[in-house]
């Protein structure tokens, strides 16, 4: 498994396919149903219906917080202590700062400036807009070459947290049950044949953090932002 772990989607699935209790693989209706075989629309508009979600949600809600909710994750999804404007073009995030401000540590505000630039798309800068089109397939890809752990860690967090929200009935009927074993271990009965990446627990979730060393966000390995 260690050639997919840039396609993080890829290697969730394989991973739960392969683990070694058997009772424990997805059946062939939730292989069908995982993320990695969401289109792009299907992808962009759960980011974006995710974001809308959470504006509605206290910040002393458990789904919040940095304790189990969506900035738990935070360092793997964006880099070890640092913003995600890094990893963002200078138009964009001259764009960026002229409507509001955005907390570039927090996955809630990734998710909000995601959904903002979507609905606005058309009145980005045109080098962003090169960057990014066309709507939505290199809109998401902008951002998942970035962020490859984003779209899974929201899933997983929906189907923990929200089983019963209409984000969960609208994207993740049919795979929440692959879900909500834990909330970010793909495995969880700690027996699965381990490739020497994981711990042998299931806990191979670090194996897919953001690489600030050697990975811009753009496949150029330079470690420089654009």
Not at 90 to 104: S, V
Not at 155 to 164: A, D, G, I, Q, R
Request: a negative charge; hydrophobic letters at 30%.
């Amino acid at each position: 498994l260690y050639h997919l772990l840039q396609c993080p989607d890829a290697h969730d699935l394989i991973k739960r396919m392969l683990r070694y209790n058997q009772n424990k693989r997805p059946s062939a209706i939730e292989v069908c149903s995982h993320p990695f075989f969401w289109d792009y629309n299907k992808r962009l508009n759960f980011l974006t219906d995710l974001s809308d979600r959470l504006e509605h949600e206290s910040i002393y809600n458990i789904i919040m917080s940095n304790n189990g909710g969506i900035e738990s994750n935070a360092n793997d999804i964006i880099g070890c202590n640092m913003g995600w404007d890094k990893r963002l073009d200078g138009n964009l995030l001259e764009d960026m700062g002229k409507y509001r401000r955005y907390d570039t540590f927090s996955i809630r505000d990734l998710l909000r400036l995601i959904r903002n630039k979507r609905h606005h798309y058309h009145e980005l800068p045109q080098a962003s807009k090169d960057l990014m089109s066309p709507l939505p397939n290199g809109f998401i890809n902008y951002f998942e070459i970035r962020f490859p752990l984003l779209l899974l860690s929201c899933v997983k967090l929906v189907c923990h947290y929200l089983p019963s929200d209409k984000i969960c009935f609208d994207y993740c009927q049919d795979c929440i049950y692959m879900f909500t074993d834990s909330l970010y271990d793909s495995d969880s009965d700690g027996n699965d044949n381990n490739n020497g990446n994981g711990d042998g627990n299931g806990n191979g979730i670090d194996d897919l953090r953001v690489d600030d060393s050697n990975n811009d966000g753009n496949g150029n390995g330079n470690g420089e932002n654009i």
